[in-house]
């Protein structure tokens, strides 16, 4: 028997993530069943069962790679120098997930994509293995997030004295927050996310105060 080259194991593992995805962001994650994914990859249950023991494996999966191509789109994003300001770095991350109508995993447009990751972070109030996982994720980025903001501050770019945690967190938030707003509307492009946290940064806070 030949043998299947890594090249082929990986491109099915891809068609069937693609077609799980697709089939979630349509039906959600539990009114889905493991036959409708079949149906939508167009794979036998053996083939499927190959790569994933079932429904809670496949959601695992693509929740790491939900959360996984967060956290790339971030770094890539922040490895120039200087480091972008935040309203062009989180609008960078923005257009990398969701800037074109077909992005996202399995040719989702950027509405579905979202809430195919507002579906996961649901998903991780029910289930211990995806809260792990999440977590797992999210601690990765809070830390080099955290770690950006020293940047910024050791380069005399952020003059208020707040802890870098508690800024990388609100960062964090407000790109959660586009992602839900994206989702839910559909009405929000990165140019929107970019403009506003522009905006913000030009108060002029002798003004304000």
Known sequence: MARV???HLDAR???ILDGAARCFARDGFHAASMQDVLKEVGLSAGAVYRY?????DLIDAIAREAVGGVREAFERAARSSPPPTPDVLIGRVARTLFGGEADGRGGLDRR????LIVQVWSETLRSERLAATLGEAYEGLRVSWAELVGVYRASGMLA??????H??????A???GFIVQLAMFGDAGPEVLENGLRGLMSMDQQKVS
Do not use: H
């Not at 579905?112 to 809430?115: E, K, R, V």
């Open 13 to 15: 593992r891809r068609q």
């Open 174 to 176: 407000t790109a959660q």
């Open 52 to 56: 994933f023991s079932g429904k809670e």
């Open 112 to 115: 579905a994509y979202a809430g």
């Open 167 to 172: 800024i990388a967190r609100t960062l964090i």
């Open 160 to 165: 208020a004295d707040v802890p870098d945690e």
């Open 5 to 7: 080259s890594q090249e």
